[in-house]
C-alpha cells in the first residue's frame, strides 16, 4: 500500500508523453489519439483491481513502444510529418504577415499620437531631432512587432500559455480560420488603399497615387499571396472534428 | 493464436465489419476483435491506428473527435459509403476463400 501510495501516475503519464513527443515520425493529433487509447486501457485494469502502477505498466506495455509506434506511422504514411510540418510553416508564415500588417497600422496609430504630444515642444533641441529623425516610427514599429511576438514565444516556451489547448479550438474550425485571416488581409488592403487617415499623417499607398503596375504589385503582395498562404495553410490544416458519415 | 501474416491480411474486412456495426473508437474496437475471435485474434493496440488512418485516407471510414460519456475526448470512426462497398467485395473475397477450403475439407459453404 505504502508503494502504491509513492507511485505517481500522472508524472509517469507525463514521461509517456515526452517519450512519444520525441518521435518525429508521430503528429500531434497522432499522439492524441494514443494517449486516448491509453487511457482507456490503463481504466480497463484499474477496473480490474490492479494497482496504478501494474496499470500502466500493462498499458504502456499494449500500447507499444513509442520508437515502434513511431516506425509503424512513418511505413503507413511517410507524408503525414510532412504535411504537418508544412502546415505549421505556413500557419507561421501567414501568422506573421497579418501580424506584421496589424502592428504596422498600429505602430502608425502611436506615432502619430507621440507626434501630437510632442509639437508644443517642437522648438526644444531633443524633440526636434526625434520628430524629424525615424527613431520615433522605426521604433514604435519595432516594438509593436517583436516585443509581443518575443513575450509569446517566452510564455509558450516556459508553459505559462497553454497554447496546445488555445490552437487546437481554434485550429478545429476550418470555417472560422479561413473567414478571419480573410476578414484581417482584406481589412488591412482595404485601409491601405483607401489611404485610411489615422490621425493626421496617410498611410502610404492611397488610390490616388497608386496605379496600373504597382497597383497590381500591390495588390499582388498584399492580398493575391496571403490569400493563397490562407487557403494553403487551412488546406493543411488538421480536420479532427470531420463529419462522420452516419452507420446504418 | 492467429498466424502474423492472417492477422494483417484479416485487419481491413474486420475493421470495415466492425465499423458496419456503428461508430466506434481504437479501444473499443480491439475489445470487440479480442470478444468475437475469443481471444484468438490478437492485435497489437498501437499497430491498430497505422490502419484505421490508412483505410480513413483510402476514403473508406472517417473520423471525429467527440467528447465520451466520461468527459474524455475521443476520435470515432465510422464507415464511409465507399466502405460499404469496400466491405462488399472483401465479402465476396474472404466467402470464397472460405467455400473453397470448405470444399477441400468438407465443410459446409457459405452463401452470398
Request: contains cysteine; proline residues 4%.
Amino acid at each position: 500500500m505504502e508503494h502504491q501510495a509513492r507511485y505517481n501516475l500522472d508524472a509517469a503519464l507525463e514521461n509517456w508523453r515526452a517519450e512519444l513527443a520525441a518521435q518525429p515520425n508521430l503528429t500531434a493529433e497522432v499522439r492524441r489519439e494514443l494517449e486516448t487509447h491509453l487511457r482507456d486501457t490503463l481504466a480497463g485494469f484499474q477496473q480490474r483491481g490492479l494497482s496504478d502502477e501494474e496499470a500502466f505498466w500493462l498499458a504502456r506495455r499494449r500500447v507499444g513502444q513509442p520508437a515502434q509506434l513511431g516506425e509503424e506511422f512513418f511505413k503507413a504514411n511517410p507524408l503525414a510529418v510532412w504535411r504537418e510540418r508544412l502546415f505549421w510553416m505556413a500557419a507561421a508564415l501567414l501568422t506573421y504577415f497579418i501580424w506584421s500588417n496589424l502592428a504596422e497600422m498600429l505602430s502608425i496609430l502611436v506615432t502619430n499620437q507621440i507626434f501630437n504630444w510632442l509639437s508644443p515642444y517642437r522648438q526644444a533641441g531633443l524633440v526636434s531631432w526625434l520628430m524629424q529623425s525615424s527613431v520615433i516610427s522605426v521604433g514604435s514599429q519595432l516594438v509593436l512587432r517583436y516585443v509581443p511576438l518575443i513575450l509569446a514565444a517566452i510564455f509558450v516556451a516556459t508553459g505559462r500559455i497553454k497554447w496546445d489547448a488555445l490552437l487546437r479550438s481554434f485550429l478545429g474550425n476550418r470555417g472560422l480560420v479561413a473567414a478571419l485571416c480573410t476578414g484581417l488581409i482584406l481589412l488591412h488592403e482595404w485601409l491601405m488603399y483607401n489611404g485610411y487617415n489615422f490621425g493626421r499623417r496617410h498611410i502610404h499607398t492611397t488610390a490616388e497615387h497608386v496605379s496600373g503596375p504597382v497597383l497590381f504589385l500591390n495588390l499582388a503582395y498584399n492580398v493575391f499571396w496571403p490569400l493563397v498562404l490562407t487557403a494553403v495553410t487551412v488546406w493543411l490544416m488538421p480536420a479532427p472534428n470531420r463529419k462522420s458519415a452516419q452507420p446504418t | 493464436m492467429l498466424a502474423k501474416d492472417m492477422v494483417a491480411a484479416s485487419a481491413k474486412p474486420l475493421l470495415l465489419s466492425i465499423l458496419a456495426e456503428g461508430e466506434s473508437y481504437g479501444y473499443e474496437i480491439i475489445q470487440r476483435v479480442r470478444e468475437l475471435s475469443g481471444g484468438e485474434i490478437e492485435w497489437s493496440d498501437g499497430m491498430l491506428y497505422p490502419v484505421l488512418h490508412r483505410l480513413e485516407r483510402d476514403g473508406l471510414i472517417e473520423s471525429e473527435w467527440k467528447a465520451a460519456d466520461t468527459g474524455r475526448q475521443r476520435k470515432y470512426y465510422s464507415l464511409s459509403s465507399d466502405g460499404r462497398k469496400a466491405l462488399k467485395a472483401e465479402r465476396q473475397q474472404w466467402l470464397t476463400v472460405h467455400n473453397t477450403l470448405g470444399k477441400l475439407w468438407n465443410i459446409k459453404p457459405v452463401t452470398i
